[in-house]
């Protein structure tokens, strides 16, 4: 497999001193206009951002380990169906903007924890804080590092260990400098380069197999079908349509690492704008990260590209198809893109750590000593990542799959008491904390029995082998009806209490939006639901 040579390193090297000096410059114009640096500005980038990077930061900062090496390595192992993650994303962030968002913003929270103290008590906040940043480090943190060494193992030839350190320590520096002014910069920055970048990789990729149209012949309609039978192990239709949903509505919707860009929105009508248009970015995966895993899977048939495991995919196109110069540029895109998804995931669990734990523990905190509280998280978060690498491979075979199926234990528990927690205003504290503790004894249940499986039989292995999409729908059902039978026993909160947190509740604090603007949204709206439809219809 060819390297980088010294025009792609200086390519790599230029890419990142722009970028570095586009976030620090603006950081500093920011501060200096301010007249310094505040909690809000270093958690939500003064909560005076516009649409457009909005949507590109929430596009960036999912496009991490998970897609780069993930989706190509799934989508060479076994065709587009993983895609179905990404399409049904466009739906899910509708969700995030026209139903969750106004919530959000009018309650003026800093965290989703914080929310939930608000919508329930101060122990539903105490338990979301816990979990999510537990879960951080499980499902995001440490599988970005992981990627972040592929990368470096298998496009530059360095090792993985050493590729692994040298993205943590440059993104620790980079998220401590910036705050999450910087991050949303890099964002934006790495969008353009990343769509651009990987539409080379695939066009190139094209080319090379003989078209589009030898690629579906040579694939084969197996691999080029999003939908898939009942009885597949990985992708079932039912696991799409009923447990996928679940996974997307958390992660999209109710997860502080993707829902604090939409908390830095300027107003509403930005936020909204910002998740339709991260909508119709969350398309392209499906053709620029999905589609060269499967030209991969191709080309190594044909005898053109040697591909030693499936998730090596991506990495193999670019080292062995890309010409010198392009090469790097395109590297140096995969590259900061793993770094930014990691800078977003420390800026967010640094902000639960300062906003959730540190000033609930100490409400007289100055806004220095909260910023630096949130600076200096982020070296434990590091540590705890690099520990975690290790036991990825006991779970699941695939990068991608493994953070799905992690994401399915902890998930739907937390989508219950949020989803329905807005629709209906009799859920109480006691229902949700209910809702919450089953669904972890039963998730982490399901994690345990998986990673045990070899040594279990009868139900206990039945448990076990449940697909994580069928299992994730069944512990939303079980939730739900926790959620409600508890809170039926405990008096319903008050009307004041949750002023302007649930539909029944918001009509005296409601306030008036543009008309334009939001005839402007539907119509967007709606021309991205087709779209998603139309792709449903052909890759079917």
Not at 419 to 435: D, E, I, K, Q, V
Request: charged residues 10%.
């Amino acid at each position: 497999m060819a390297h980088l040579t010294t025009i792609d390193w200086l390519v790599i090297a230029l890419y990142f001193a722009v970028t570095a000096f586009g976030a620090v410059y603006a950081t500093w114009r920011e501060r200096r206009e301010g007249g310094g640096e505040t909690s809000a500005d270093y958690f939500l980038a003064g909560r005076n951002t516009g649409w457009f990077v909005v949507g590109a930061s929430l596009f960036s900062s999912n496009i991490g380990s998970e897609h780069l090496v993930g989706l190509a390595g799934t989508g060479a192992a076994s065709g587009v169906a993983v895609a179905q993650f990404e399409i049904l994303a466009a739906f899910i962030l509708l969700l995030l903007g026209w139903l969750f968002a106004p919530f959000y913003l009018r309650s003026g929270v800093y965290t989703m924890p914080e929310f939930l103290e608000r919508r329930y008590s101060p122990a539903a906040r105490w338990y979301l804080a816990g979990i999510s940043i537990v879960g951080y480090v499980l499902t995001k943190i440490s599988v970005t590092i992981f990627a972040g060494g592929v990368v470096f193992e298998a496009v530059m030839g360095i090792n993985f260990w050493t590729g692994a350190l040298v993205v943590v320590v440059a993104t620790g520096i980079y998220t401590l400098f910036g705050g999450l002014r910087a991050v949303l910069i890099t964002d934006t920055i790495q969008m353009v380069v990343l769509i651009l970048g990987s539409i080379v990789v695939t066009v190139i990729g094209l080319n090379a197999v003989g078209g589009w149209g030898e690629l579906t012949r040579a694939a084969g309609p197996e691999f080029m079908d999003m939908w898939k039978p009942a009885t597949d192990p990985s992708f079932p239709w039912t696991g799409i349509l009923f447990g996928a949903p679940i996974l997307g509505i958390w992660y999209w919707c109710t997860d502080q690492f993707i829902v604090q860009r939409v908390l830095a929105a300027r107003n509403l009508q930005e936020a909204r704008r910002g998740t339709v248009f991260a909508g119709f970015l969350k398309i392209l995966p499906l053709f620029i990260f999905v589609i060269p895993g499967v030209i991969a899977t191709v080309l190594a048939r044909q005898g053109k590209l040697q591909l030693g495991a499936p998730d090596q995919a991506l990495p193999a196109l670019v080292s062995t198809l890309l010409p010198v110069g392009l090469r790097g540029l395109v590297v140096a895109g995969l590259l900061a893109a793993l770094m930014s998804s990691l800078s977003s995931v420390f800026n967010s669990t640094s902000t639960l750590i300062t906003w959730d734990v540190y000033k609930k523990l100490r409400p007289d905190a100055s806004e220095r000593r909260l910023v630096l509280v949130g600076r200096l998280s982020t070296g434990v978060l590091v540590v705890l990542g690099l520990a975690w690498i290790p036991l990825m491979k006991l779970i699941s075979g695939q990068l991608y799959q493994y953070i799905q199926s992690v994401q399915a234990y902890i998930a739907p528990p937390i989508t219950a008491v949020f989803l329905l927690g807005l629709l209906w205003s009799r859920l109480n504290a006691r229902g949700a904390m209910a809702s919450l503790l089953v669904g972890f004894v039963l998730g982490m249940g399901r994690l345990a029995a998986e990673l045990n499986k070899a040594n279990l039989d009868g139900w206990l292995l039945a448990y076990a082998e449940i697909n994580f999409l069928h299992f994730a729908a069944l512990l939303f059902i079980i939730c739900s009806l926790v959620l409600v039978a508890a809170s039926m026993t405990a008096p319903a909160p008050s009307r004041e209490q949750l002023e302007g947190l649930t539909f029944q509740t918001t009509a005296r604090v409601q306030p008036a939006e543009n008309t334009g603007s939001r005839t402007e949204g539907l119509v967007l709206s709606g021309l991205l639901v087709a779209t998603v439809v139309a792709i449903w219809l052909y890759f079917s």
